[in-house]
């Protein structure tokens, strides 16, 4: 119970901060804005999973590594609300504390995502806040993320990370990705673990996207195999249960209850090599600055129908801020959101 009062707690101030930043930019008549920035400080990683393109830069690239000031600057541009912080993995860079701990003082919310297998080592180096949370990697039980991160002993290691982060005070989420080779029991069973053994804070889930420059190309999901596998996990009314950091309108956007247009703008991503177009998924050149990215991209052609690469997204990237949007226009899918 007391956890998810917590939960809800928190849910409640980032709603809050959310809903008066959606007013004010009705206010400010913008029609595109950011509802959260994936910001990539670096593009290395401890790991080589073969359902990631990210690794797959050039050994110059993969060496640098973002200044502060930089991520700073790119973030207080765009005014984004929310910042995600992955890569490659965060904690390889030797200032991502003082990035993370610079956004938190700014009161922005962030999320870390990391694979785990540094972060009891540099837990000490960031301070658990309402406006921070640790968001780990947890691609299935113990073989299937294992296989998935081709690395035995990365589940052990995730699973004692979290443990250590939740004793020392901190939120913590989770992220898994789900590919052909699930099937409705394993999404339950991953999702019953985390949300029930492990009691993390909330937990998000995507299908995966079929990454251009990703070692494997065959277990990526379809429209139709994402909307059968997440109709049969939820069916039941089994997803009330999880504490799953979505709106519900995302979720039923997955069981194929409901169709939305892309947002690609809604969640840009900005890199080393700068706010890449048109989202975090898809690479058709970078521009230096967030205004550039948002008056020269051309949205309209990016999104199922539109862009033969989009027929099988349904990132969170993407279709998450199209249902945010649309939640905020409705009061009844408010109090459905805040409820959980």
């Excluded at 610079?102 to 837990?123: D, G, I, M, P």
């Excluded at 039941?236 to 409901?258: C, I, M, T, V």
Aim: neutral net charge.
């Amino acid at each position: 119970w007391a956890d998810k009062v917590g939960v809800m707690a928190v849910r409640i101030r980032q709603s809050t901060r959310i809903g008066w930043y959606l007013m004010r930019q009705r206010l400010a008549k913008r029609e595109k804005f950011p509802l959260v920035v994936e910001l990539e400080p670096l593009f290395q990683c401890n790991l080589a999973c073969s359902g990631c393109g990210k690794i797959q830069h050039p050994e110059h690239e993969l060496r640098r590594r973002m200044p502060v000031e930089q991520a700073l600057g790119a973030i207080e541009e765009s005014g984004a609300p929310m910042v995600s912080i992955a890569g490659g993995e965060p904690l390889i860079h030797p200032e991502i504390h003082t990035i993370a701990a610079e956004l938190v003082k700014r009161k922005k919310f962030v999320y870390l995502c990391t694979n785990a297998l540094l972060l009891e080592q540099k837990l000490d180096k960031f301070k658990p806040s309402p406006y921070f949370a640790w968001a780990v990697h947890m691609d299935g039980l113990r073989e299937r993320h294992d296989a998935s991160v081709e690395r035995e002993g990365t589940f052990d290691k995730a699973v004692s990370a979290i443990k250590a982060a939740q004793r020392a005070g901190f939120r913590v989420t989770t992220n898994t990705t789900f590919f052909t080779h699930d099937s409705a029991k394993t999404v339950r069973e991953v999702l019953d673990f985390l949300n029930d053994d492990l009691g993390v804070d909330e937990m998000m889930i995507s299908p995966a996207y079929a990454y251009e420059k990703a070692p494997d190309q065959e277990h990526f999901l379809g429209v139709q195999q994402t909307r059968e596998l997440f109709g049969e996990a939820f069916s039941g009314g089994r997803r009330k249960k999880w504490r799953l950091n979505h709106s519900p309108l995302f979720l039923d956007f997955l069981e194929g209850k409901a169709e939305f247009d892309c947002t690609a703008w809604g969640i840009p991503s900005y890199s080393l090599l700068g706010w890449q177009r048109p989202c975090y998924l898809m690479a058709d050149g970078y521009t230096e600055t967030y205004k550039e990215l948002i008056e020269t991209t051309e949205w309209e052609k990016y999104g199922r129908g539109r862009d033969p690469r989009c027929e099988n997204c349904m990132a969170h990237c993407g279709y998450e801020p199209t249902a945010v949007l649309q939640t905020t226009h409705s009061l009844r899918q408010s109090l459905r959101a805040l409820a959980g």
